[in-house]
C-alpha cells in the first residue's frame, strides 16, 4: 500500500493477556519506530529499527514489551502480560534515511 | 476520510522573524489536533495539543473550526526550533492521521 499501515485499529484484551500489535512499513523505508501515547500523556518512545543494525530497544518501558522486524519490512510489537497501564495509542511511523516520516495511524489499545 | 495537509515540505526563515506552520484537516466531527516535533537526530515529541491551549517553547496554535486550521506560529523563530513539525488529528475511535510534515529552517 501506499502508507504506512497498522493492525488491528483497536484491541481491547483482559488484563494477563498477550497482545501482538502489527505495522507494515512503506516499502523501501529503512527505518521505523514504534511510539505510544497514553489519554493525558505525551508521546512516548519505544523502539527503533534502522537497516540492519541493531534496534534501540531503550524506551520499552519492561521487558513485557518486545519487538521485531522481520525482513527489514513488517515489525510486530508484543505485550505480554498485559496490564491497564498498558492501555494508549500504538504509533508506528516509517522512513527512508530518517527523513521525514509517515505515521500509521496507530492501534488503540484496551486493557480491561 | 480524514486528512491533514502541510501544504510546505519547506520552510526557511531568518532567526527573529516570525513563523507560521500551516495545518489544514478534514475531518466531521470534532477532532482533537496535535503538533509533534522531531528534532535532527532526536525522537519525535509532542509539541502542543489544541485542548491543552498551552504554549511550549513560545509556539502556540490555534483550531479554527471555520477554515479547518490549526497553523502553527512563533512570534520570533530561534535557530533551534529548526526542525521537522507535524500536524496531527486524533478521531474519536483515538485513530491518528498525520500530516506530510514540514521541515523548519531558521537561518542565522
Known amino acids: 500500500g501506499a502508507g504506512v499501515s497498522q493492525s488491528p485499529s483497536n484491541k481491547v484484551t483482559e488484563k494477563g493477556k498477550d497482545v501482538e500489535l502489527r505495522c507494515d512499513p512503506i516499502?523501501?523505508?529503512?527505518?521505523l519506530y514504534w511510539y505510544r501515547q497514553s489519554l493525558g500523556q505525551g508521546l512516548e518512545f519505544l523502539i527503533y529499527?534502522?537497516?540492519?543494525?541493531?534496534?534501540?530497544k531503550s524506551g520499552l518501558p519492561s521487558d513485557r514489551f518486545s519487538a521485531e522486524r522481520t525482513g527489514g519490512s513488517v515489525s510486530t510489537l508484543t505485550i505480554q502480560r498485559t496490564q491497564q497501564e498498558d492501555s494508549a495509542v500504538y504509533l508506528c511511523a516509517s522512513s527512508f534515511n530518517d527523513y521525514g516520516y509517515t505515521f500509521g495511524s496507530g492501534t488503540r489499545l484496551t486493557v480491561v | 476520510a480524514q486528512r491533514v495537509t502541510q501544504p510546505e515540505k519547506l520552510l526557511s526563515v531568518f532567526k527573529g522573524a516570525p513563523v507560521e506552520l500551516k495545518c489544514n484537516y478534514s475531518?466531521?466531527?470534532?477532532?482533537?489536533l496535535f503538533w509533534y516535533v522531531q528534532y535532527s537526530r532526536q525522537r519525535l515529541q509532542l509539541l502542543l495539543r489544541?485542548?491543552s491551549r498551552e504554549s511550549i517553547k513560545g509556539f502556540t496554535a490555534d483550531l479554527n473550526k471555520g477554515e479547518t486550521s490549526f497553523h502553527l506560529k512563533k512570534p520570533f523563530a530561534q535557530e533551534e526550533d529548526s526542525a521537522m513539525y507535524y500536524c496531527?488529528?486524533?478521531?474519536?475511535?483515538?485513530?491518528?492521521?498525520f500530516g506530510p510534515g514540514t521541515r523548519l529552517s531558521v537561518l542565522p
Open positions: 516499502s523501501g523505508h529503512t527505518a
Open positions: 496531527a488529528l486524533r478521531d474519536y475511535g483515538q485513530n491518528f492521521v
Open positions: 489544541h485542548i
Open positions: 529499527f534502522q537497516g540492519n543494525s541493531a534496534p534501540d
Open positions: 475531518y466531521s466531527g470534532s477532532p482533537e
